[in-house]
């Protein structure tokens, strides 16, 4: 029983992390750019309506067909991108007489139906690939961005090892050490939504802990772990002589050995403070 218990405890704990991973829903409708432009969710139905006043308050008339009944109210814009609505020939506004037969007025609606494109940068001071990971400085930041061909990106999301999605508004950083999971997306003006892209990532903020053994009383031995980005150098120093790089034991004089120092950096340059050992 107390296992079943547990069991569900478990499958309750994973189901609220998917659902906080789920993306935010979106509007799909119509929306205008700065230059004016119309631009509809290609899912959408448009519905035509006429008015002879320019206020938004005027009586309305919805636009039927006679000829089409079967295809309007609602109906669709099936090309991508520029589409169209005509009526022949242009007419002066002002005398009301026809001026261009030939010519249509013509009224542009955009048709939207892709999403954007979002894309990630990481800004570092340091970086390494250690065991296949990708392993940055404590300053690391990351910034996002995104494009959209048609009506424009309306806003990026992100969420942070498995958070809820929040609107991306300026750099990300501030990460806590270790992995750090990023998921983002984008939505266009139109309701567009982007397939969620990921990136899995390591902050190292802790430098290298080196050990002396000095148990033979012949030589010393450094030994130097580093849990995230690995150890990069061991170095080290006798009494006040040029600062060496660690590569084997060091050998000891039978006296006179004076004060070993020594330290470690790792692979992104997290540097260690440097250790002393009495040697005599």
Known sequence: MRKTICLGIIFLAISMVADCQQQLTAEKKIAYDKNGRIFI???LGAYLWISASPEDSSKKYRLVSDSSTKYVNPMYFDTEGYNTLRSPSCVDTVTK???HPEQDI???VYSDSRPPISRSRVIFSNHAIHKGKQVYTGDAKVYISATDEMSGVGQIYFSIDGKPYTAFSDT???????GVALKYYSVDMVGNIEEIKEMLFYVDRTPPVTTADKSSGKSVK???????SGVKAVYYQLNNATVKAYTSPIKLKSSGNGTLTYWSVDN??????KKSLALD
């Not at 450094?222 to 995230?228: K, S, V």
């Not at 992104?268 to 403070?273: C, D, I, L, P, S």
């Open 268 to 273: 992104v340059n997290n540097t260690e403070a």
């Open 41 to 43: 969710n290609k899912e």
């Open 106 to 108: 013509i009224f542009e």
């Open 172 to 178: 990300l950083k501030n990460f806590n050490e270790g």
């Open 222 to 228: 450094l030994n130097a772990a580093d849990t995230l």
């Open 97 to 99: 007489r026809m001026i």
